[in-house]
């Protein structure tokens, strides 16, 4: 997507107030100077939404969201970001201006939008293959069979590819799309896969189709389900990986349930694009399904922007609980709670609701089991040996070291020692050892890493940088970035000081703030909400706050300097590294000494 360029954001901020643009959603009270409502994103009782017009940003202390107006209309409206500032830019009248492109980027931009175009057509085109033609027949049979009516399949844009090697291609290359459009897309195959130049022929043939739609609606690929017992492939084939689709980013059916995810906070996740589709149109709309695919951090990374709780329903077999097992990963990572949905043998969502009605499974859905409670009700039954019970606690330890809000982890760990009847201690050794493992296993592994708030004291200098212009200028204009580097958890300071951000200026502030990723966005709207940063304090106290985290760093740099010059007296590589090291520090205490906030220098300890 082309970039929407940095001056027209600003413009967008400066033109619209962020009281006005919530309040367009729903009532806001004053409370002193900001405003204060039920918040939108979590159910509550009062109300912890605060939105600050004099930084032009929200907060909420239930949830945590947070940000500028952009992110408000993002969490709200469930949209993108370009979308949100064209929604804003829409209302300020402000014509948007889009960065000019790269030619290989124009390329790409280009064959995306003809990918959509096509997609979106081929959606229509099955669909009517479906409803409206006599090879369709076997198609409507089959979904009269599983009760799925045309007014589903008018919902869910469900199509039927016809039984041809090319009926697809055929059409499609008719209504102008290129033999290149269509390699791309996945949609037809070689003949002949290693030259490029052989015939194409149709990859879903005589099968009922489900276009896979991303959060937004757009039709990325489609999902084929067979129609004859006896076909060759997969129960379901999918549309393979392109420039559109990654199976791994995508969860069917969220682009209708995610309001009702929102709403409930929940997300009952359903193995199967049949099941989701009849869970749905029985009522129980806060459901998805992965695409034949374990869940991705990216699919938990999309839940937990709706939820805080999934219930898992899988197979009941063996690979059903390998795979929630797999699932647990990455979902416990995102801070997400996890319940275990069971359902009686040899029945999936859809037979069980057919046979008993939607309140039975809603039932299954209430009665989920919490995921450790189910792992203690799975371990080997009555007197166990206590060498048993430790088992069972390191097995289940595996979990538990997963779970990244530390309450809960605490008093899981509790649970489990007072249900295994062993220790509290023997039950955090075996989390502990887990702990280690997991920590590097998903360092290696994590594209986005979960965001933990900072400590206190950065964002304490969060506020500070942010809101002070005198006090930024003068923490930008010092060698920072060789401090920041080496210290966890200071990314976000960096951010600030290396942006062009002016404290004193709304628009700049929430244009600054908009072009933040949600997490980082929520941490600096937390900071700037806090009231514990709120007291007028003097600028010589601001300056020395940042001026203490500075020399506190250079100091442990020292300590930990000097210690290894000690430990290296017979190692000279590493004796010459370590005064390299001492050089470069003595160097950059000078220059902060320079900076003149303490005259004479009292940085060396
Ligand atoms: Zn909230």
Redesign the pocket.
């Known amino acids: 997507m082309p970039r929407i360029s940095a001056e027209t954001i600003e413009q967008v901020a400066a033109a619209l107030n962020i009281v006005d643009v919530v309040s367009s959603y729903f009532p806001l009270k004053r409370a002193g100077t900001e405003f204060r409502a039920l918040?939108p994103?979590?159910q509550?009782k009062t109300p912890?939404?605060y939105v600050n017009p004099a930084k032009q940003s929200f907060y909420?202390f239930?949830?945590g969201?947070g940000g500028s107006m952009f992110q408000f209309v993002q969490e709200y409206e469930h949209v993108d970001f370009p979308e949100a500032v064209r929604r804003l830019a829409g209302r300020a009248a402000i014509p948007i201006i889009e960065d000019q492109l790269s030619a290989e980027e124009e390329v790409k931009q280009t064959l995306r939008k003809r990918l959509l175009r096509l997609h979106f057509e081929a959606a229509d085109w099955f669909h009517r293959n479906l409803v409206r033609t006599k090879a369709g027949e076997i198609a409507r049979n089959y979904m009269r069979d599983r009760q799925l009516n045309i007014e589903i399949a008018r919902q869910w844009r469900i199509g039927y590819a016809p039984s041809s090697w090319n009926a697809f291609r055929e059409w499609a290359i008719e209504a102008g799309f290129t033999k290149e459009e269509l390699l791309a897309s996945g949609l037809v195959k070689l003949r002949d896969e290693g030259n490029p130049r052989s015939e194409v022929y149709d990859r879903f043939r005589d099968r009922l189709m489900f276009p896979i739609t991303n959060e937004l609606g757009e039709v990325l690929a489609f999902s084929g389900r067979v129609l004859q017992p006896n076909a060759p492939g997969g129960k379901y084939i999918n549309s393979p990986e392109s420039m559109l689709f990654s199976k791994g980013n995508v969860l069917f059916g969220l682009e209708k349930s995610k309001r009702a995810i929102a709403q409930t906070r929940q997300a009952v996740v359903l193995e199967g694009q049949v099941d989701l589709i009849i869970t749905f149109a029985a009522g129980i709309e806060n459901a998805v399904a992965p695409l034949g695919t374990a869940l991705t951090e990216r699919h938990a990374g999309l839940l937990k922007r709706f939820c805080a709780e999934v219930v898992l329903f899988f197979d009941a077999d063996s690979a059903g609980e390998r795979a929630a097992e797999r699932a647990i990963e990455v979902l416990y990572t995102a801070g997400l709670q996890v319940r275990m949905g069971k359902l009686p043998p040899g029945e999936d969502p859809d037979s069980l609701i057919r046979k008993k009605g939607a309140e039975q499974f809603r039932t299954q859905i209430n009665g989920a089991k919490d995921f450790i409670e189910y792992q203690l009700e799975r371990r080997p039954s009555s007197d166990q040996s206590v060498a048993q019970r430790v088992q069972s606690a390191h097995r289940i330890a595996q979990f538990v070291a997963l779970i990244s809000e530390p309450v809960l982890r605490d008093t899981t760990v509790s649970r489990l020692a007072s249900c295994l009847a062993i220790s509290r201690e023997s039950v955090e050794q075996a989390v502990a050892s887990h702990k280690k493992g997991t920590a590097k296993s998903l360092k290696e592994e994590t594209q986005a890493p979960v965001v933990t708030p900072p400590r206190h004291e950065i964002a304490a200098l969060c506020y500070i940088l942010m809101t002070d212009s005198s006090t930024l200028d003068w923490s930008r204009s010092q060698p920072w970035q060789p401090v920041l580097s080496s210290v966890p958890g200071t990314e976000i300071l960096a951010k600030i000081l290396e942006s062009d951000l002016q404290p004193d200026n709304p628009a700049s502030v929430a244009a600054f703030l908009a072009r933040l990723d949600q997490p980082d966005a929520a941490i600096l709207s937390n900071a700037l909400s806090n009231p514990l940063y709120r007291k007028p304090i003097d600028q010589a106290i601001r300056r020395s706050y940042w001026h203490g985290f500075v020399m506190r760093e250079l100091r442990a740099r020292r300590t930990g300097i000097e210690s290894a010059l000690r430990l290296s007296a017979d190692h000279p590589e590493a004796r010459a590294q370590a005064e390299a090291e001492l050089k470069d520090l003595v160097n950059l205490e000078l220059a902060f000494e320079k900076m003149g906030f303490y005259p004479g220098g009292t940085c060396r300890s």
Request: hydrophobic residues 20%; neutral net charge; charged residues 20%.
């Open positions: 918040c994103f979590h509550e912890s939404f909420c239930g949830c969201r």
